[in-house]
């Protein structure tokens, strides 16, 4: 949805460094979300943040924080690369609890 | 609690009906449908509430059985552009509306 955007779209990193993801939405909704995508695993939970002062960890969030630095803004860090966590990496964004989850085009993360 | 789809893969030629399943063995809230086509974020499709509320998209079908925590999606007369990977996501009774998403169905339709 072009009223989401995540920045790098590609990013190859090395074992052990710092890298930050990020995302953008216009869509004005206080719900972000932050998901993996591994081949056959589907999409996994990382964190997720309802307002600006709240997050909490999803399914799989050992080895990454986020920060949420505006209601548009939700930035997720891994501060120190493995290569397990190559990865596809998704935002998504949502108006309330029983409405549809816009997702963000991605962004393709390589550790090696 | 990752929901179970089923079938894995399903392979149509243009015009033909599908059901593809999502199957939870906790207590749901609702289920959302969304579906994924090669290198593209997920689209949303359908939500089914527990108590029988459905928010989506007119062309869609689906269905909610509640005694079973069972949601079906019923794609009828296949379009080539209905191919792509298609995952459920279930929101559990008291999980602050987290989805946790199944592995995703393959679906293929043909010429």
């Known amino acids: 949805d072009a009223d989401v955007t995540q920045t790098p779209r590609n990013r190859i990193t090395k074992t052990g460094k710092r890298i930050m993801l990020e995302c953008s939405q216009t869509?004005?909704?206080?719900?972000m979300y932050w998901y993996r995508q591994d081949p056959g695993l589907g999409l996994r939970l990382i964190y997720y943040s309802f307002d600006v002062k709240d997050i909490n960890k999803g399914e799989i969030s050992d080895g990454y924080s986020v920060s949420r630095q505006a209601q548009a803004k939700f930035s997720l860090s891994l501060e120190s690369a493995i290569p397990n966590q190559t990865a596809l990496y998704f935002c998504?964004?949502?108006?309330?609890?029983?409405?549809?989850?816009?997702f963000g085009p991605g962004t393709r993360l390589t550790v090696t | 609690q990752q929901p179970v789809q089923s079938p894995q893969a399903v392979i149509l030629r243009e015009g033909e009906d599908a059901v593809i399943n999502c199957s939870s063995s906790?207590?749901?809230?609702?289920v959302h449908w969304y579906r994924q086509k090669h290198g593209e974020a997920p689209v949303f499709l359908m939500i089914l509430l527990k108590g029988g509320e459905q928010k989506g998209h007119d062309k869609i079908s689906a269905s909610f059985n509640e005694k079973k925590q069972q949601s079906s999606l019923y794609l009828t007369a296949s379009q080539l552009s209905y191919s792509g990977t298609y995952f459920c996501?279930?929101?559990?009774?008291?999980?602050?509306?987290?989805?946790?998403f199944g592995k995703g169905i393959t679906l293929s339709v043909r010429p």
């Open positions: 996501g279930t929101e559990m009774a008291g999980a602050n509306s987290k989805l946790t």
């Open positions: 869509k004005g909704h206080d719900r």
């Open positions: 998504a964004n949502q108006a309330g609890p029983v409405d549809e989850q816009y």
């Open positions: 906790k207590a749901l809230y609702s």
